[in-house]
């Protein structure tokens, strides 16, 4: 059984960088694809980044180009955003996914559709 606990979440001024932690057990990183998603009030939730398995290609949403890094750490089973020049439009419940098993192993993409397993998401609030 796969879960995903998301960490590092906070209120951040806007300008500031947050990192934060999805710790995956269930299922080894190098065989699955692990995708960051959010969820801002009132919107529905959308892709921020994500990561394939073996190679590790990463995908990034516009609003993330240039600003947010997706990395993972296998050793310790945990995936990684750093969020870098956050702003107000950044204010989100942000979340962590892998997609079913019989497709775990396909390149990622950023279609929360193509995700099954969730954590339960750690608020990012952007805000002077």
């Known amino acids: 059984q796969v879960q995903l606990v998301e960490s590092g979440g906070g209120l951040v001024q806007p300008g500031g960088s947050l990192r934060l932690a999805c710790k995956v057990s269930?299922?080894?990183?190098?065989?699955?694809?692990v995708g960051w998603f959010r969820q801002a009030p009132g919107k529905e939730r959308e892709g921020v980044s994500c990561?394939?398995?073996?190679?590790?290609?990463?995908s990034y949403a516009d609003s993330a180009k240039g600003r947010f890094t997706i990395s993972r750490d296998n050793a310790e089973s945990t995936v990684y955003l750093q969020m870098n020049s956050l702003q107000s439009d950044d204010t989100a419940v942000y979340y962590c996914?892998?997609?079913?098993?019989?497709?775990?192993?396909?390149?990622?993409?950023?279609?929360?559709?193509?995700?099954?397993?969730w954590g339960r998401g750690t608020q990012v609030t952007v805000s002077s």
């Open positions: 269930g299922v080894t990183l190098d065989y699955t694809a």
């Open positions: 996914a892998v997609p079913a098993p019989l497709v775990r192993f396909r390149e990622c993409d950023l279609t929360v559709q193509s995700y099954e397993s």
């Open positions: 990561i394939s398995p073996l190679t590790a290609r990463r």
